[in-house]
């Protein structure tokens, strides 16, 4: 009986027990001691974003959508390659991009003028001129290394271009530049037009070399930002892009070769269906816990 109101008495004297991040022990506790009020401020799963499956998979669209767009362009390669594409249809191919790429700005853009779109055309002309006189040093670029090795190195440099591309566009600001490109970005980019420049260096002639070269920078340049524009004017007809990209591009394949046709339906389909539905099953797996003892946020409040 004495025993007892003497811890009594003892509890009631005591301090209550605080949480200290960086104070040492408390007089009275134990080094690990917790009560009941330790957890009663934590917060589960405060910022997990709940994803839906049809959300993810037209987000994935974008992915699907530019990996034809360079399957189309390794088809244009391979039919030049084998003489198929003539210079004169290399250069149609060429001015028609062209012409249909300002025809997607000027209707999609925001903030395109007549004097931006005046500079453009300057820019695109000096840069077209600069490209034809390089042409004949494209055209023995690769003379001394065989075919073999250009063919590998080809693909892998397409293979690392895709790896690191970005396809979400953060990097486009409307209408047409460039705003703070990563290194990632940069080296997808260099990789592109180092494996356009391989390819046109076992063409026939310079012309050919010119037209080539004019078509990969075309695509590999400007196609991200047409892309862009067109998501962002309107979400159903890049949709509709997409998928007329996607039948097109397995068409061709198709009737280029079976094998590669079904390796790009694999692809197509592994990036579609099969990562969106992974993505949605591992949510279950996310946990997240919040609370006092995270690290502070610095809120700075300025006026003026």
């Given at each position: ?49 709940r994803?839906d ?8 669209v974008?992915?699907?959508q530019y990996?034809?767009?360079v ?15 003539t ?12 012409g249909?790429?300002f ?5 999609t853009?925001?903030m ?69 490109p ?36 075309q ?5 991200p ?43 197509l ?11 949605i099953?591992i949510?279950?797996?996310k ?18």
């Amino acid at each position: 009986m004495g025993m007892r109101a003497i811890n009594r008495s003892s509890s009631v004297n005591r301090p209550k027990w605080r949480k200290i991040a960086y104070g040492g022990m408390q007089p009275g506790f134990e080094d690990n001691h917790t009560d009941e009020s330790f957890l009663e401020d934590m917060i589960m799963n405060a910022n997990v974003v709940r994803r839906d499956l049809l959300k993810v998979m037209l987000d994935s669209v974008s992915i699907s959508q530019y990996l034809c767009i360079v399957a189309l362009v390794v088809l244009v390669w391979t039919y030049t390659l084998r003489s198929i594409l003539t210079e004169d249809s290399l250069l149609l191919l060429d001015v028609t991009l062209l012409g249909l790429g300002f025809f997607i700005l000027l209707v999609t853009a925001e903030m395109l003028s007549f004097e931006l779109l005046l500079s453009y055309l300057l820019k695109i002309s000096f840069f077209i001129t600069g490209l034809y006189l390089l042409s004949p040093i494209y055209h023995t670029l690769t003379r001394s290394i065989s075919s073999d090795s250009i063919w590998a190195l080809t693909a892998v440099l397409i293979i690392l271009h895709l790896f690191l591309h970005n396809y979400s566009g953060s990097t486009v600001k409307a209408p047409g530049t460039l705003e703070n490109p990563t290194l990632t970005s940069n080296i997808s980019l260099n990789a592109s037009i180092v494996a356009s420049l391989l390819i046109a260096s076992r063409l026939p002639s310079r012309l050919h070399v010119f037209a080539i070269v004019l078509f990969s920078l075309q695509v590999f340049l400007f196609a991200p930002l047409v892309t862009y524009c067109i998501r962002k004017y309107s979400f159903r007809l890049h949709l509709i892009l997409s998928f007329s990209l996607t039948c097109s591009t397995l068409f061709f394949v198709y009737n280029l070769h079976r094998l590669l046709f079904v390796l790009l339906f694999v692809i197509l389909a592994f990036v579609n269906v099969i990562c969106p539905y992974w993505l949605i099953r591992i949510q279950e797996y996310k946990f997240e816990i919040n609370g006092p003892w995270d690290e502070a946020k610095l809120c700075f409040n300025i006026t003026e």
